[in-house]
C-alpha cells in the first residue's frame, strides 16, 4: 500500500456507518439485508438443542442405574408386596 492508500484507510476507519444506511445511494438494500442469512439456523437453537440432547442422554443414564438399584436391593422386595 502507498502513504496516500494508508491514509484514505485511517480515515475511512475512524467513519461512523449505519447497518440501515444503504449500500448505494438511491438504493433499498443495506449492509444488514448483506449481512442476514435466513438459512443459517440461530446459535441459541443450536445451544438449546444440543443441551436437550445432553439433558435425554443424562435423564437415560440416572433411569437405567435407578432401575439397576431396584432390581438387587432389599427395596425391591418391598415394592413388589406393595404392589401385589
Known amino acids: 500500500m ?3 492508500e494508508v491514509t484514505v484507510v485511517i480515515k475511512n476507519a475512524a467513519r461512523y456507518i449505519s447497518i440501515d444506511a444503504p449500500l448505494v445511494q438511491g438504493e433499498e438494500e443495506n449492509m444488514y439485508d448483506v449481512l442476514l442469512n ?3 439456523s440461530s446459535p ?3 445451544l438449546l438443542t444440543d443441551s436437550l440432547m445432553k439433558d435425554i442422554e443424562r435423564v437415560r443414564q440416572i433411569k437405567a442405574r435407578a432401575i439397576t438399584r431396584l432390581k438387587y436391593t432389599t427395596i425391591c ?3 413388589k408386596t406393595y404392589l401385589g
Open 2 to 4: 502507498t502513504p496516500t
Open 77 to 79: 422386595r418391598v415394592l
Open 44 to 46: 441459541d437453537k443450536e
Open 38 to 40: 435466513e438459512d443459517a
